[in-house]
């Protein structure tokens, strides 16, 4: 059914390659970001769910001024 609609537009074979240019450009931009991430701040978040508050002091204001690390 739909490939007759698909017969009907033009340079439809553009499309596929527009997506997985797309898909690409974010796949690398946020494997950057995870890259430069800092450090001190995913051990705080991976440390989160186990932990209390009292045992917890540091904010996440307190980390998201600091260097990359």
Partial sequence: M?????????????WPIISL?????FFIGLSIYVYKMNRDHIKHMEKMPLA?????????SDLKYQAHG
């Fill in 21 to 25: 240019a797309i898909f690409f450009v």
């Fill in 52 to 60: 209390k508050d009292e045992e917890n002091p540091i904010s996440h």
């Fill in 2 to 14: 739909f490939k007759y609609y698909f017969e009907q537009v033009e340079n439809v074979a553009i």
